[in-house]
Structures are given as C-alpha cells and as structure tokens.
C-alpha cells in the first residue's frame, strides 16, 4: 500500500439488528454524560441516529470529547516519512521530511506560511502556494491516518450505519460508512468504518476511492490503543506503525516559526 497516496475520508454507519441494538444498550457506561457536539456543517439530515450514536460511543471510549478539545500540541510521525507538530488550538502546525531536508511551517486555518527545502527558502507566491499546498494535503492526509476516530462527526460528513461485518481478523464488528460533501481533497471518498462490539474502539477501515466501488482498495487494522495526555491513539495500522506519537501540555512557539530544529 502506498502511503503516500492523499486521502480524506468518508464514513457511513450500521444497519443493526435487535441484538445488535441490545448489545449497544449493555454498554451505556460508554456514552454516559458523554457531550458530542456535531460541526455545524456536519451531514446530521442523512446520517442516521444507530450511527451518530456509535460514533459518540466511539468518541467515549478514546478519552472522550472534552479531553479531546483541551488536547493543545500534538507530535507523530507518519510511518517514518515525515514528522508532524501540531498545535490544534490555533491551527500551527510543523511538517519535517527528513528523507528532501525540508520544513513546512503554515496555519492549517488560514494555509498562510512559509517552506525551506534544503538550504533554499521559496519566496516567490506561485513557488511559495505551490508547496503550502503540498504541505495542507500532506497534512490533511496523514492526520486522518493518526486521528480518524476524533473526527467521525466533523463537517462534510455522512454517517450511515450498515450491517455487522467481519474483520481481518474474523471478528465481527459495528460497521460504519462515511462519506462526504464539499470537502477535503477527494470528496468522492468512501470508507466504512469496523467498530468494537465490546469496547467501541476502531479496529479496521476499508478504502473505497468511489461510493459506488463493490470492493476496497485496502483494508488496515487499527491496533496498539495508547494513553497519550488525556486521549487514547492507536498506532499500528497492520504491518506498519506510526511513531514518536506525544501530547504536549507546553511546546514552544518556535517549534512553529523557525526552521531551526534546535529549537522543538
């Protein structure tokens, strides 16, 4: 599988069954006092509520959304090609490809910022666009990989619940689809979504480069959840693993205006 392929991701949910609903119900320690506000722009007309009520289960079962937002600064590495800092309060973030000895520096918000590649920083604006650009897909695609199940309500996005599926690892599992409208850089994108009957953690996704495609182009486990800060992560996704995964309370800001590497 080639990771370097850009995705953004969709989801859809699960038609259940009345023992699928009964074993939903036996875990209510999951979502109890649990608050999980939709974006604004999420798709809540077409999504249906056995999903949006997975996801929130989800969302629980991961730390939980008031410790995902008080979550500030955020490190990984993304199977060894490129290292990310992200300070997800005010959209900062720091992307290092060790392999081209280049750094990208920009607002995730408003995609202002600046690039050094080797010893040349581009200052020229169609240069200078041309890699910010780069550096939003790169970014867009490899924090879905790191924190997908965070964001299974966010806008754009459709949460449709399907029959229970078998994993990789034949098991069984809650089944969501997601898909999305008017965002991200694939929009066309499906996945559904493999969730734990037991704990509500994610534990498989499957790609589909089209809604309407039969069979997937890849499936990947989602393995090895972790206590970072206040959050759970996983960080193997089949044979390969994301590293240098951290939760920072206080990072300097320098991490996010200076190239210098001395300075994270």
């Known amino acids: 599988m080639n990771k370097s392929l ?4 969709a989801f859809a949910g699960i038609l259940f069954s009345s023992c699928g609903e009964k074993e939903i119900s036996k ?7 649990e608050v999980n506000p939709a974006h604004v722009d999420f798709d809540l007309l077409h999504s249906d509520e056995k999903a949006i009520e997975i996801a929130d289960k989800v969302m629980k079962s991961i730390g939980g959304r008031e410790n995902w937002d008080n979550t500030k600064y955020l490190r990984w590495n993304f199977f060894g090609k490129r290292l990310h800092y992200w300070n997800k309060e005010t959209g900062d973030i720091r992307i290092e490809i060790p392999s081209s000895d280049a750094v990208f520096l920009m607002n995730i918000n408003t995609l ?46 459709t949460l449709k619940s399907r029959q229970k599926r078998m994993m990789l690892n034949n098991e069984y599992a809650y089944a969501l689809e997601l898909t999305f409208s008017g965002v991200g850089e694939t929009p066309d994108n499906k996945y559904i979504i493999y969730v734990d009957t037991y704990d509500f953690k994610i534990r498989q996704w499957d790609f589909f480069p089209t809604p309407t495609m039969k069979d997937p182009v890849f499936s990947t486990t989602w393995e090895n959840y972790s206590q970072y800060g206040n959050i759970e992560l996983a960080d193997v996704r089949s044979t390969d693993t994301l590293t240098d995964i951290a939760v920072f309370e206080e990072l300097s800001e320098k991490v996010f205006t200076s190239f210098d590497k001395s300075a994270k």
Request: proline residues 4%; without cysteine; glycine residues 8%.
């Open 6 to 9: 850009l995705f953004i991701f």
């Open 27 to 33: 875990s209510e320690d999951i979502i109890e006092n």
């Open 112 to 157: 202002e910022g600046k690039v050094k590649l080797g010893d040349v920083e581009p200052t020229k604006a169609d240069s200078l666009d041309k890699y910010l650009d780069l550096a939003k897909e790169m970014w867009i695609n490899d924090s879905y990989w790191m924190f997908m199940p965070f964001k299974l309500k966010d806008g754009g996005v």
